[in-house]
C-alpha cells in the first residue's frame, strides 16, 4: 500500500459504495452519499499537522483522545459535533483508521450503501 497518506485515503474509501472526494475549503474532503465524513488537513490553519478529520460521536472522540492524546485529538470548528482529529504525520495504525473511517461513513452513507457494504 502506498505510504502516501492521501493515497492510503484513497484506497480504502474506494472500497466502500457510493463515496466521492471533493475540495472542500482547499482539503481533500471524502463524502458518504450527499454528507462529509471525513477531511485531509496539512497544516490546517498554520497548525503544524498533517491530520485527517474523521465524523465520530462523542462518546468515540472522547475515548480516542484519552487512550492516546498525541494522536488524537478534537478538531476546531467540528469538534464539538463529535469529530475526531487523527495526526498522520506521528505514524499510525492504518487499520484502526480504516475502523474509525468505516465507522463515520456508517454515520451518513445511505442506507441502501450500507446494504451493499454488509452484503459483500
Known amino acids: 500500500m502506498s505510504r502516501n497518506p492521501l493515497e492510503r ?8 459504495p457510493e463515496t466521492s472526494e471533493k475540495l472542500s475549503h482547499g482539503a481533500p474532503t471524502f463524502w458518504g452519499g450527499r454528507k462529509t465524513f ?3 488537513h496539512d497544516n490546517h490553519h498554520g497548525d503544524g499537522r498533517l491530520a485527517l478529520w474523521i465524523n465520530c460521536t462523542v462518546d468515540g472522540q472522547e475515548h480516542f483522545v484519552a487512550m492516546d ?4 485529538f478534537v ?3 467540528v469538534g464539538h ?3 475526531l482529529g487523527v495526526r498522520l504525520d506521528r505514524g ?3 487499520e484502526l483508521v480504516s475502523e ?3 465507522d463515520g461513513y ?3 452513507a445511505p442506507k441502501r450503501a450500507i446494504a451493499l457494504l454488509d452484503d459483500r
Not at 9 to 16: G, Q
Not at 69 to 72: D, G, N, Q, R, V
Open 9 to 16: 485515503l484513497r484506497k480504502i474509501i474506494s472500497a466502500w
Open 38 to 40: 471525513a477531511t485531509l
Open 69 to 72: 492524546p498525541e494522536t488524537f
Open 75 to 77: 478538531p476546531p470548528y
Open 81 to 83: 459535533r463529535g469529530w
Open 92 to 94: 499510525v495504525d492504518w
Open 100 to 102: 474509525i473511517l468505516e
Open 106 to 108: 456508517r454515520m451518513v
